[in-house]
């Protein structure tokens, strides 16, 4: 399963490979659902992001990229060792 696969959009439930998370909110959105909320309860629907938010979330998601990372590499290191056995 790709990456992309796992991720799905908070309000038509598709797996969608191109998704979003408007001003740092922790749902995620395709573009289609954002552009029909946007059309139908205008651009006021989307809370307002602070600077502050913006970087806590990017700080979080970064930090999951990195233990993500590092899962990855102590698998292939436990898969050489197995290997080697």
């Not at 922790?26 to 006021?44: I, N, P, R, V």
Request: glycine content about 2%; aromatic content about 10%.
């Amino acid at each position: 399963m790709s990456r992309w696969e796992d991720r799905v959009c908070c309000i038509c439930n598709k797996h969608k490979k191109f998704l979003a998370r408007v001003n740092a909110g922790k749902k995620l959105y395709c573009m289609e659902c954002q552009a029909k909320l946007t059309k139908e309860y205008g651009s006021d629907y989307w809370k307002p992001c602070s600077f502050l938010e913006f970087m806590e979330s990017m700080s979080s998601s970064m930090n999951n990229r990195t233990t993500f990372k590092e899962q990855l590499r102590q698998i292939k290191e436990e898969e050489k060792n197995n290997e080697k056995k």
